[in-house]
């Protein structure tokens, strides 16, 4: 039994499904309600791009994935959407991580924000593919600057939190 366990939580998607649960409890209890600027912040976004900045575009495209369907599964949209956007959005922090020559912390903030905000101009458009209407406005913008803005001070501890949850176990001889 402890065995299990131990295996349990040498798996680095098992951690990132738990640190993505509490990011999902603080995401639809606290960050619905506080609106700065009348615009409801997103940390899942900001999760799935900094497991892209910490790991890399393959990971960060999974992780956004798992990420963004433990978000579908608390909101009414069509399940897999946010997962799809959210593993785009992984999977870009990634690919501009890698472009960076020696990435600093003010590189990894301007990436977390640049990628966020794409992900938050992604998300309406996603929705309105499946057949939303009214949500792709001039709006879009407003909400992917301050959510932009936001995770951007928030990208470098959580990236550092993905790092640790996405870490591959040491294999022992």
Same mark, same amino acid.
């Given at each position: 039994?402890?065995?299990?366990?131990?295996?349990?939580?040498?798996?680095?998607?098992?951690?990132?499904?738990?640190?993505?649960?509490?990011?999902?409890?603080?995401?639809? $209890?606290?960050?619905? %309600?506080?609106?700065?600027?009348?615009? #409801?912040?997103?940390?899942?976004?900001?999760? *799935?791009?900094?497991?892209?900045?910490?790991?890399?575009? %393959? $990971?960060?495209?999974?992780?956004?994935?798992?990420?963004?369907?433990?978000? %579908?599964?608390?909101?009414?949209?069509?399940?897999? /959407?946010?997962? &799809?956007?959210?593993?785009?959005?992984?999977?870009?922090?990634?690919?501009?991580?890698?472009?960076?020559? &020696?990435?600093?912390?003010?590189?990894?903030?301007?990436?977390?924000?640049?990628?966020?905000?794409?992900?938050?101009?992604?998300?309406?458009?996603?929705?309105?593919?499946?057949?939303?209407?009214?949500?792709?406005? *001039?709006?879009?913008?407003?909400?992917?600057?301050?959510?932009?803005?936001?995770?951007?001070?928030?990208?470098?501890?959580?990236?550092? /939190? #993905?790092?640790?949850?996405?870490?591959?176990?040491?294999?022992?001889?």
């Amino acid at each position: 039994m402890i065995e299990r366990i131990l295996l349990f939580a040498e798996n680095r998607y098992a951690r990132l499904v738990l640190v993505g649960l509490m990011f999902l409890g603080v995401q639809t $209890t606290v960050f619905n %309600d506080m609106r700065p600027f009348g615009v #409801c912040l997103q940390i899942m976004v900001l999760l *799935a791009v900094s497991a892209g900045l910490a790991r890399g575009s %393959d $990971t960060g495209a999974i992780a956004g994935f798992i990420i963004g369907l433990l978000y %579908d599964m608390v909101l009414t949209t069509p399940m897999g /959407l946010c997962a &799809a956007v959210f593993a785009m959005v992984g999977y870009l922090a990634g690919i501009g991580q890698s472009l960076v020559y &020696a990435p600093t912390w003010w590189s990894r903030m301007l990436l977390g924000a640049g990628a966020s905000a794409i992900g938050m101009i992604l998300l309406p458009i996603a929705f309105t593919l499946t057949g939303a209407t009214g949500i792709l406005n *001039a709006h879009v913008l407003w909400v992917a600057l301050i959510v932009g803005l936001f995770n951007a001070v928030l990208s470098i501890p959580t990236e550092r /939190l #993905c790092r640790w949850a996405l870490t591959e176990p040491v294999a022992v001889r």
